[in-house]
């Protein structure tokens, strides 16, 4: 594979892929109860690797810190980043910018996850064409809006 | 069908397929004229819409941004809003921002054509609500609007479908605005609550400001414009018009424009009438020079492209502790109210606003807002936080009424350009002292009401900075040539066979969404410019 091929198809190395992942799962952890992965797992990876492919800026601020956060664990924990414990983990990942300018794009890519929407009590499909049933509302709720009369100005 | 471009003048040339541009040209197909019609953008179809897939949230942040800049389409134009605290919203295409907007359609109050006799402030318009109150009624019809007669903030008014429902969160406002003894109705809306004139009843699917797939919305690519092609008004599409050109007289005689490709094309006519809202409209005026208008074409004056006026907004957010289901129903349609909306000095500024409740927010909304609002986190609290922020949120909006200001301004930018490299506008704009101490008491107000309703909590972003969704006022219309651009029925002064017919026209910005207030007056032109045909260009 060439590099220039590899920029368009591949944003990043599986190595680069496999840090992604955890840096995900710091952004939106799993739920103490295990009921969801965090975002990492879940898949919001290929969601951010899409965004990194269309921002090639992006790509390469991403890609840089993923360099920066591995030599960071090396100096700090003499460990590869990604054999690190979760705490270990964690606290690298809050100091580095990049996650800042990523946050959003994880976010976006967790919740509209259909397991997450699911866990949420959402039923995961597009609005369109089911929509949502609404119960009609007691009319009794104007009555004290129409004792008090008329509220513009003649003129 | 005669060829296109055509080598004759059309009857009339309308710039822009807008909602003003779709109601005015429906009215006007029963004359038979020649109407052409020239649209930057495109129609939409109802499977391109974000509601139709589940990444649909995420949609608002790339190709359906509120802001032409995010969006970058081949149609749309950039706008350097940079000196502003309010980013200009817009759509390009048929039907134009009615595409994108929420269909919230109350009308203007009588006062609202007054405020100068009444308030001080402001100017009056040289026409009043009467004149305007049975194309009011038409439109209403035209549109599909729902809503329930008897608010007492109105006088008598038609509608012809029922109105949204309200839901649990509605409700639930409802009654806080009845603890404090304080005015709201539910709010009319360019939403069909029931079949209605072929299309399908809204299903309350929540995404409206994305594009309305069940065509449930009354974007005027579904309401007027079937119906006026229908009548033989040709619309054509992927034309961009940079000029606006005049003969010898100094009489308009046509346009420039370019097809898809960027190609320039002339097609000449009688009448030109620009609907292209109050960016659009100054922009293409301001481009339009000439040895007749050195100073942009309808512009002696020197008001064309002056006194833009937005909304300022103020939108407060109530934290609820139970679940509200906000993220069902029209997003932007639930109930408003006008407590607030007559002037009363004692509160510390001339004029008013509107509340508009909102419903609440979607889970990858809800999450971009948490975190914009200091709200939500990363790492181990992040679902804590989530959870107390998602389908427990209530939105609201207090439209602020801006009073107009020569020194806020649609300009050309020196180097901006757009895709076919055509200047691009440039806004210059500031909060006044008056609306700044209206989206204070907004602001108050909004999280007393909210409290009474039984929010733990409010979130305040005021003035909200992408919300310039309302563009009104770059070519008053008045009486006197001196004072304002173009005259009642939108005819410009200085160019007897040139008309005006959107938001630019405003005189005044009044505290309620303007759409049906821009068609009605669409609707007004149309007739008066009929009743006017035999000496028009005498």
């Known amino acids: 594979m060439t590099h220039a091929s590899r920029e368009t198809v591949e944003p990043l190395s599986p190595d680069e892929r496999a840090a992604l992942t955890l840096v995900l799962d710091a952004i939106v952890p799993a739920t103490p109860d295990g009921r969801l992965a965090g975002a990492g797992t879940i898949g919001v990876t290929a969601h951010v690797e899409g965004v990194l492919r269309t921002l090639p800026d992006l790509r390469a601020m991403v890609v840089e810190g993923l360099r920066e956060l591995a030599a960071n664990a090396r100096r700090r924990f003499h460990r590869p980043f990604t054999a690190l414990t979760t705490t270990e983990r964690d606290a690298l990942v809050a100091e580095q910018g990049f996650v800042f300018v990523i946050t959003p794009h994880a976010y976006v890519g967790y919740y509209q996850h259909e397991r997450v929407l699911a866990a949420l009590g959402l039923e995961p499909r597009a609005p369109h064409p089911r929509g949502h049933r609404i119960p009609p509302s007691d009319p009794g709720l104007l009555d004290p809006v129409r004792r008090r009369g008329t509220r513009y100005r003649e003129c | 069908m005669t060829p296109f471009p055509s080598p004759e003048p059309v009857d009339v040339l309308i710039v822009g397929a807008g909602a003003a541009a779709a109601a005015f040209a429906w009215s006007l197909a029963e004359t038979r004229m020649n109407i052409l019609c020239l649209e930057q953008g495109g ?24 802001s032409p800049n995010v969006r970058g389409r081949r149609e749309d134009y950039p706008i350097n809003d940079g000196a502003s605290p309010i980013q200009v919203s817009n759509f390009n295409a048929v039907g134009g921002s009615t595409i994108l907007y929420a269909a919230h359609f109350p009308r203007f109050h009588p006062s609202d054509f007054k405020s100068r006799t009444l308030d001080g402030v402001g100017d009056d318009w040289p026409i009043d609500y009467a004149r305007l109150a049975p194309y009011y009624d038409l439109n209403a019809r035209m549109m599909g609007v729902s809503g329930l007669a008897g608010d007492p903030a109105y006088p008598a008014k038609q509608l012809p479908l029922p109105p949204v429902p309200l839901g649990k969160l509605g409700e639930t406002l409802a009654r806080g605005f009845n603890r404090l003894g304080w005015h709201w109705w539910p709010s009319d809306s360019a939403i069909v609550t029931a079949e209605y004139e ?25 309401t007027y414009w079937p119906l006026a092609l229908r009548k033989g008004v ?11 050109t005049v003969d010898a007289h100094g009489m308009a ?5 370019h097809d898809a490709e960027g190609t320039e094309h002339r097609q000449r006519a009688h009448v030109v009438v620009v609907a292209c809202n109050g960016i659009g409209t100054p922009r293409l005026l301001l481009n339009s020079r000439s040895r007749h208008f050195p100073d942009g074409l309808a512009n002696r004056s020197g008001l064309v492209g002056k006194r833009l006026m937005f909304h300022p907004y103020a939108m407060v957010t109530g934290l609820f502790d139970e679940p509200l289901e906000g993220h069902k129903g029209p997003t932007g349609c639930c109930i408003m109210s006008q407590e607030f909306y007559e002037t009363d000095r004692s509160r510390g500024f001339a004029r008013g606003y509107s509340f508009e409740i909102l419903r609440g927010f979607g889970p990858v909304s809800t999450a971009m807002l948490g975190m914009t609002w200091g709200r939500l986190t990363s790492g181990a609290d992040h679902h804590r936080a989530y959870a107390e922020l998602f389908d427990r949120n209530a939105g609201m909006v207090a439209i602020c009424e ?21 200047p691009a506008p440039r806004v210059t704009y500031r909060l006044s002292e008056n609306s700044t101490a209206m989206l204070e008491h907004a602001v108050a107000r909004g999280r007393e009401v909210l409290t009474a309703a039984g929010a733990v909590d409010t979130v305040v972003q005021a003035p909200l900075p992408f919300a310039g969704w309302h563009l009104m006022g770059t070519a008053r219309m008045g009486d006197d040539a001196e004072t304002s651009v173009v005259n009642s029925w939108g005819r410009a002064h200085d160019v007897p066979n040139l008309f005006v017919i959107d938001g630019s026209v405003f005189v005044t910005a009044a505290g309620v969404n303007p759409t049906n207030t821009i068609q009605a007056l669409a609707l007004h032109i149309a007739d008066t410019l009929k009743r006017n045909l035999a000496t028009l260009l005498d």
């Open chain 2, 43 to 66: 129609w939409m179809r109802n499977d391109d819409y974000p509601g139709m897939r589940t990444d649909w949230e995420a949609r608002q942040f790339g190709d359906f941004a509120l």
């Open chain 2, 198 to 222: 072929g299309r399908a009843a809204c299903i309350n699917a929540g995404t409206c400001l994305l594009g309305c797939p069940q065509g449930a919305k009354g974007s005027a690519d579904v």
């Open chain 2, 234 to 244: 040709r619309l054509e599409t992927h034309c961009r018009v940079r000029e606006i």
């Open chain 2, 253 to 257: 005689d046509g346009v420039i424009y």
């Open chain 2, 402 to 422: 801006d009073l107009p200001d020569e020194g806020n301004t649609v300009t050309l930018d020196p180097e901006l350009k757009d895709a076919d490299g055509v």
